[in-house]
C-alpha cells in the first residue's frame, strides 16, 4: 500500500428534513449565496426548504448554472459575490452546481485570472466556506475538493482540486432525487459506478481493504441500480444509490491505491466537443479502453468478475458483463449510440491534445493514439 494523508471534513446530513440542520451549520452572520441551476429545485421541494431553513440569515440567490457548468456563467455569479460581500456559498443541485459553487469559492479569494486555476493548475490557497444541499447522486461533489468547469468560448472542459474546496456540510435528502428524469437516474448509478473502477481497476498493490470498499459499492449499485429505475417512487433505493454515489468518490476507497481516470479525462474531452453527458462518455470509453488495456488490467478485471459479477477467470466477460450493466441503466456505450461516427473522433483527440493530456492511466501510458484506439473501438 502506498502512504497517504486523508483527511474529509464534510459533514454529511443524511436523510429526510435534514435541510433544516443548515440553519445551525451556517454562521449566524454569514451573508449567503445560494447557488442553483435550470430550476428543478424549484419542482421538487429543496428550493422551499433552503428558503425555510435560511429564514434566520441573509441571503440572495443566483440561478441558472448549467448541466456542465460555464466559466462565462460563475464569472457572473463571482460578480454577485463580490457586489454583496457574500462569504458563504450554499450550492443547491446536481454536480454542475455544486462544481460551480466550489469555482467561485476559490475565484473569491484568487488573485489573479481564476481561469488560471483550471488552465495553469495555479494554486489554490483560501476560498469561501460552501454547503450543499444535493439532489442528483453521481459526481461525489458534495464530499470532495473536486470540480469542473467549462469555458465555452475555447470548448474546454478542465478540473481543479483543492481541499480548500471541500463542503462544509452536504445535505443528503433522497426525496428531492424523486424528480429526476430517468436519464440522469441512469447517469448518476454510471458516473458513481465509474468513478469506483478508476480507484479500482489498476493492477493488485495487496490492499485488500480498499478492494472490498470498491467491490461492495459497485454490487450495490448493480443491485440498487436498476431498482431505481423500475421502482421510481422507492425513497429506500433512492437512498442506497445516493450513499454510494457519495462515498464513490469522497477520496475514502482510493486511499493508497493506485489510479486510473483515464476514462474521465477522454470522457470530459467529448462533452466539450459533442455535447454528451458527462456519463453518456463514460459508458462510451470505459468498456474499450478496458478491451485495449486488457493485458495490463487482467488480475483486476478477473477479481472484479469473480467478486462482483459471478465470472471466474474471464476479463473479456467482465467486460462485456459492465457494458451490458451500463445499458441496462439505459446509457448507450457507443458513440453511434448518440449519432455520432467516426469523424467525431478526430476533433477529441485534437483537445486531449491541446489540453495536455498526454500520458494517461495508471501507467502514464495512455497516449492521444491510445485514446484515438479506443475511441474508434468505442465507435
Ligand atoms: O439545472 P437543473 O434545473 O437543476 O437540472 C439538472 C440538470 O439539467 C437536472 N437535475 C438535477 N437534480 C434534479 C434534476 N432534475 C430533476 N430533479 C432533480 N432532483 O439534472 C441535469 C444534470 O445536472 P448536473 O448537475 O449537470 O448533473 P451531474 O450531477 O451528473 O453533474 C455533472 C457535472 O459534474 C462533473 C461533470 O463533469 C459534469 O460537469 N463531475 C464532477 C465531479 C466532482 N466534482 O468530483 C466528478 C465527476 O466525475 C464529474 O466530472
Ligand atoms: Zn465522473
New binding site residues.
Given amino acids: 500500500m502506498q502512504n497517504f494523508a486523508y483527511k474529509n471534513p464534510t459533514e454529511i446530513l443524511f436523510g429526510a428534513g435534514q435541510v433544516a440542520e443548515i440553519a445551525s451549520r451556517i454562521p449566524a452572520d454569514a451573508q449567503v449565496l445560494m447557488l442553483?441551476?435550470?430550476?428543478?429545485?424549484k419542482?421538487?421541494g429543496a428550493y422551499d426548504q433552503v428558503v425555510a431553513a435560511l429564514g434566520g440569515h441573509n441571503w440572495t440567490e443566483f440561478g441558472g448554472?448549467?448541466?456542465?457548468?460555464t466559466y462565462e456563467t460563475l464569472m457572473q455569479a463571482l460578480d454577485v459575490v463580490r457586489d454583496e460581500s457574500i462569504d458563504f456559498i450554499l450550492a443547491v443541485?446536481?454536480?454542475?452546481?455544486?462544481?460551480g459553487a466550489k469555482f467561485i469559492a476559490a475565484a473569491a479569494k484568487f488573485d489573479g485570472e481564476p481561469w488560471d486555476i483550471l488552465a495553469k493548475g495555479s494554486e489554490v490557497t483560501a476560498a469561501l466556506p460552501l454547503g450543499v444541499v444535493l439532489?442528483?447522486p453521481?459526481?461525489?461533489?458534495e464530499s470532495?475538493g473536486?470540480?469542473?468547469v467549462?469555458r465555452t468560448q475555447t470548448q474546454q472542459?478542465l478540473?481543479f482540486g483543492s481541499p480548500w474546496v471541500r463542503p462544509v456540510f452536504a445535505v443528503l435528502d433522497p426525496a428531492?432525487?424523486l424528480?429526476?428524469?430517468t436519464r440522469?437516474v441512469g447517469?448518476?448509478v454510471v458516473?458513481a459506478f465509474v468513478?469506483v473502477i478508476e480507484q479500482y481497476l489498476t493492477y493488485p498493490t495487496n490492499a485488500p481493504l480498499q478492494d472490498r470498499f470498491a467491490e461492495s459499492i459497485l454490487s450495490t449499485l448493480i443491485e440498487e441500480g436498476p431498482k431505481a429505475l423500475s421502482s421510481p417512487e422507492d425513497l429506500e433505493v433512492r437512498a442506497n444509490v445516493m450513499w454510494c454515489a457519495c462515498m464513490a468518490?469522497n477520496g475514502l476507497i482510493g486511499q493508497g491505491v493506485p489510479q486510473d481516470w483515464a476514462t474521465?479525462m477522454i470522457g470530459?474531452e467529448l462533452?466539450a466537443v459533442h455535447g454528451l453527458?458527462?456519463?453518456q462518455t463514460l459508458a462510451v470509453v470505459l468498456p474499450s479502453l478496458l478491451r485495449v488495456k486488457i493485458d495490463a488490467k487482467r488480475a483486476k478485471l478477473e477479481q472484479l468478475g469473480a467478486r462482483v459479477f459471478g465470472i471466474s477467470g474471464d476479463a473479456a466477460a467482465t467486460i462485456d458483463a459492465v457494458e451490458a450493466f451500463f445499458e441496462s441503466m439505459g446509457v448507450a456505450t457507443r458513440l453511434s449510440g448518440y449519432g455520432l461516427d467516426q469523424s467525431a473522433v478526430a476533433p477529441v483527440i485534437a483537445s486531449l491534445t491541446d489540453n495536455g493530456m498526454l500520458a494517461l492511466g495508471e501507467h502514464g501510458d495512455i497516449t492521444p493514439q491510445t485514446a484515438n484506439e479506443i475511441l474508434t473501438l468505442a465507435g
Fill in positions: 442553483y441551476g435550470g430550476g428543478s429545485i419542482a421538487n448554472v448549467e448541466a456542465n457548468p443541485g446536481g454536480g454542475s452546481v455544486g462544481d439532489t442528483l453521481a459526481t461525489g461533489t470532495n473536486n470540480a469542473v467549462t472542459k478540473a428531492f432525487t424528480t429526476l428524469p440522469q447517469n448518476g458516473d468513478h468518490l474521465h470530459h462533452t453527458d458527462h456519463a
